[in-house]
């Protein structure tokens, strides 16, 4: 069981001013903290916005790496046995695993597709490789551990195994009161692989990696606990970690190009969501889905599948899609647009908790994925030609791309603009350092 520690962000006598490894810079908050001696089980975070800053985690090497191999091969055996059969009206139908994808690559939904594919298999996947390499690395000296470990950062937030998870269980209740569901061998590998998917990320931790990978570098300029980077001509590597002075414009540990913030964060976020606002417009009026059922077709958008689950009585899985494609991916658009508001206001008028209020959509939004994945799903689960079948809809790509930009408005927005002085005196220091 992991504990929870705070970080120190007083500032100690001259004499006992740690060494540069030992001070963190909070990447939501800008503060330089004194990280405490951990011990395995324990995590720390920021004492300001609660970030999670380190952790100590036990069998660092072997842990992961039993998790990843074992999920690997949880993943090869997914691919090659039968995943979920259905039975309706004396017809069966079975379904692998692989066929969400391909299903929908051969009724001409390419793009949908190799999303869906990326996102459930070659990331997930991808991810797995990496932290077996990196770990790995760490007994055999491995090359090239750096862009590994850029790599499996940059793709962790797109890895939605979890997620198919959720739409696989939705698509199931959907359709248990009409057809018969078998679970294949594959299903319960795919459960695991989640499982152990999960668990893996759940037993790295982003700053132990690195301090691994290579040592922090020296301190070019002394850092204080207590005082924010910006005050002390400090910035963070985003990438690993590294606290590094703002003249410098790449980070000596990974190479990574460093700025002070994000590059017009607050533009590139405001754009991003004025664009997944615009599209969501067509995403509901757009059928996500085509129902063909005893030769009569169907064409359903979020709202009338919504009902029409109401309706049928199917009171839990209307909820969650209620909350999952509505509910979520509007109070996402608008608490973002109300942040990057926030960034503009003095810092008496800033709300306290805005941080932990941004961690939040920024999670819960992937999650908006789940109609496009249940679409996906039943698409290839439900096909008996005329008698029913089930066709994925333009609107469900449309939809794909409002989730991805809320998540990309979530990656551009930089959270420790929500603690950094007025914008005005904030752009002045930008055209200096940056
Ligand atoms: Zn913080
Ligand atoms: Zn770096």
């Given at each position: 069981m992991i504990s929870d520690i705070a970080a120190v962000p007083l500032s100690p006598p001259a004499a006992q001013q740690p060494s540069q490894g030992e001070l963190a810079l909070c990447r939501h908050c800008d503060l330089v903290q004194v990280?405490?001696?951990?011990?395995?089980?324990?995590?720390?975070?920021?004492?300001?916005?609660?970030?999670?800053?380190?952790?100590?985690?036990?069998q660092p090497v072997l842990r992961p790496v039993l998790y990843a191999g074992s999920a690997l091969f949880m993943l090869l055996l997914a691919n090659f046995f039968p995943f979920v059969s259905m039975f309706a009206a004396g017809n069966s139908n079975e379904m692998s695993f692989f066929d969400t994808s391909s299903v929908l690559f051969s009724e001409h939904h390419q793009w949908l597709a190799i999303l869906i594919w990326l996102l459930i298999q070659a990331v997930p996947a991808t991810c797995m490789l990496a932290v077996l390499y990196l770990k790995l690395g760490m007994l055999y000296s491995l090359p090239a551990r750096t862009w590994v470990a850029r790599v499996l950062y940059m793709l962790k937030p797109w890895s939605m195994v979890d997620i198919f998870l959720m739409g696989l269980i939705i698509s199931f209740v959907k359709l248990v009161a009409d057809a018969d569901i078998s679970l294949g061998p594959s299903f319960w590998a795919f459960c695991l692989f989640c499982l152990l998917h999960l668990r893996t990320f759940q037993v790295i931790d982003r700053r132990e990696l690195w301090s691994k990978i290579a040592p922090c570098p020296p301190p070019q300029v002394?850092?204080?606990?207590?005082?924010t980077g910006l005050q002390q001509n400090l910035k963070l590597c985003q990438v690993c970690t590294a606290i590094i002075p703002i003249t410098q414009t790449h980070c000596s540990r990974c190479h990574t190009k460093v700025r002070?913030?994000?590059?017009?964060?607050?533009?590139?976020?405001?754009?991003?969501?004025?664009?997944?606002?615009l599209l969501y417009i067509p995403a509901n009026l757009?059928?996500?889905?085509r129902t063909v059922s005893f030769g009569e077709t169907i064409d359903s958008t979020i709202i009338s599948g919504l009902i029409l689950m109401w309706q049928d009585g199917a009171y839990p899985v209307a909820i969650i899609i209620l909350i999952a494609s509505v509910i979520v991916p509007v109070a996402k658009i608008l608490i973002m647009f109300w942040l990057c508001y926030l960034t503009r206001l003095p810092f008496s008028?800033?709300?306290r908790h805005s941080s932990q209020i941004y961690r939040l959509v920024d999670w819960v939004g992937r999650w908006s994925m789940v109609d496009v994945l249940v679409v996906a799903i039943m698409a290839a689960l439900v096909r008996f030609d005329l008698l029913m079948s089930v066709y994925p809809g333009v609107g469900a790509l449309v939809f794909a791309a409002v989730v991805i930009l809320t998540m990309l408005a979530a990656l551009s927005f930089d959270p420790r603009l929500l603690w950094d002085p007025l914008p005005e005196q904030e752009e002045a220091r930008f055209d200096a350092t940056t």
């Open positions: 990280m405490p001696e951990l011990a395995p089980g324990e995590e720390a975070c920021c004492s300001r916005c609660g970030l999670h800053l380190d952790a100590r985690h036990p002394a850092a204080h606990a207590g005082k002070l913030r994000h590059r017009s964060s607050v533009q590139n976020t405001l754009a991003l969501l004025i664009a997944a606002t757009m059928p996500i889905m008028r800033r709300q």
